[in-house]
Each structure stands twice: as structure tokens, then as C-alpha cells.
């Protein structure tokens, strides 16, 4: 009934640029905050970044400040995820995730599938 499907992954050079999206249903984006998460091989899924439903608050991991931005459009129920001063320890399978706002950085109560990005040197 909850929908989350990311897109945009690929592979890009290091610095370079890459914005990932999440196509959410209504009720997910109306209802839930929206984050990043992101897991690479033989790691744990790591948090990087949460939004809340109205965009007003935002939340990012330490690794990614300054560098991630995530954002949302309420008319197209998407969320974003700019990453600029990419680096190849950014390397990782993406998820789109939501949640309630309290809990989103620990907690999401759906995911995406997924989508890879791979940063080369």
C-alpha cells in the first residue's frame, strides 16, 4: 500500500555529481517523513538523511553535510536526494525509506528497493 521506488543511481567519478529520486505513493508522502539510507558490501545499512513530511526540518548523517542535500516535491510526491563533492566511499545501494518523523533515522517503516550508486576514482 506503500509504495518507495528510487531511481537515478549509476556511476559517476569522484566530485562529480549524482540526484537520486523516490517515487512515493500519496499516502506515504503525505503521512511520513522521507530519508536516505544507503549500504555498501560487507557494511551496515547506514543512515544519511531525513526529511520531514513538510519539508520544513532535515536531518543529515555526518559523513554527507555540506555535500547531500534532500529535498522534496509535494506535487509530484518525490523525494530527492542531490549529492554533490561525490566520493568513492559513497559508494552503496541507496533506499528511500519512510517513517514518522521521531523515528526516521533509526526506525523507517518502509523501503525502497534500492538503487546503486558506484563512485570510481
Given at each position: 500500500q506503500?509504495?518507495?521506488?528510487?531511481?537515478?543511481?549509476?556511476?559517476?567519478?569522484?566530485?562529480g555529481?549524482?540526484?537520486?529520486?523516490?517515487?512515493?505513493?500519496?499516502?506515504a508522502?503525505?503521512?511520513?517523513?522521507?530519508?536516505?539510507?544507503?549500504?555498501?558490501?560487507g557494511?551496515?545499512?547506514?543512515?544519511?538523511?531525513a526529511?520531514?513530511w513538510?519539508?520544513?526540518?532535515?536531518?543529515?548523517?555526518?559523513?554527507?553535510?555540506?555535500?547531500?542535500?534532500?529535498?522534496?516535491?509535494?506535487a509530484?510526491?518525490?523525494?530527492?536526494?542531490?549529492?554533490n563533492?561525490?566520493?568513492?566511499?559513497?559508494?552503496?545501494?541507496?533506499?528511500?525509506?519512510a517513517?514518522?518523523?521521531?523515528?526516521?533515522?533509526?526506525?523507517?517503516?518502509?523501503?525502497g528497493?534500492?538503487?546503486?550508486?558506484?563512485?570510481?576514482?
Amino acid at each position: 500500500q506503500v509504495q518507495l521506488v528510487e531511481s537515478g543511481g549509476g556511476l559517476v567519478q569522484a566530485g562529480g555529481s549524482l540526484r537520486l529520486s523516490c517515487a512515493a505513493s500519496r499516502r506515504a508522502f503525505s503521512n511520513y517523513a522521507m530519508g536516505w539510507f544507503r549500504q555498501a558490501p560487507g557494511k551496515e545499512r547506514e543512515f544519511v538523511a531525513a526529511i520531514s513530511w513538510s519539508g520544513d526540518s532535515t536531518n543529515y548523517a555526518d559523513s554527507v553535510k555540506g555535500r547531500f542535500t534532500i529535498s522534496r516535491d509535494n506535487a509530484k510526491n518525490t523525494l530527492y536526494l542531490l549529492m554533490n563533492s561525490l566520493k568513492p566511499e559513497d559508494t552503496a545501494v541507496y533506499y528511500c525509506a519512510a517513517a514518522a518523523w521521531v523515528v526516521i533515522t533509526h526506525s523507517p517503516a518502509y523501503w525502497g528497493q534500492g538503487t546503486q550508486v558506484t563512485v570510481s576514482t
